[in-house]
């Protein structure tokens, strides 16, 4: 069974920096896509960046320049640098994959269970 666990949320001042962490583990054959998304309270989950199996990048307009997506294939985690942290970046950051599970199965998503980030001004 495959699990995404993330890591690294906590509180810090407006202006500061948090790193995210989101470790895969159980039966994965390939991760391909991965992200990262938030949601605020009393909004929708936003997408705030992707890194594809060959480690290219997009980013929300609104964290461009502030936030860096990266990943660790060996070691089977992705990671979000956030810096220049603002009050509206406040949300549960959630991580997702699309993970293969057997060679001869096709890619599923998979999501972690969410991890709290809170900015304060």
């Known amino acids: 069974q495959v699990q995404l666990v993330e890591s690294g949320g906590g509180l810090v001042q407006a202006g500061g920096s948090l790193r995210l962490s989101c470790a895969a583990s159980?039966?994965?054959?390939?991760?391909?896509?991965m992200a990262w998304y938030r949601q605020a309270p009393g909004k929708q989950r936003e997408l705030v960046a992707t890194?594809?199996?060959?480690?290219?990048?997009n980013y929300a307009d609104s964290v461009k320049g502030r936030f860096t997506i990266s990943r660790d294939n060996a070691k089977k985690t992705m990671y979000l640098q956030m810096s220049s942290l603002k009050p509206e970046d406040t949300g549960v950051y959630f991580c997702?994959?699309?993970?293969?599970?057997?060679?001869?199965?096709?890619?599923?998503?998979?999501w972690g269970q969410g991890t709290q980030v809170t900015v304060s001004s």
């Open positions: 997702n994959a699309v993970i293969r599970v057997t060679w001869y199965e096709g890619y599923n998503d998979f």
């Open positions: 890194i594809s199996g060959g480690a290219s990048t």
């Open positions: 159980g039966s994965i054959w390939r991760i391909d896509a």
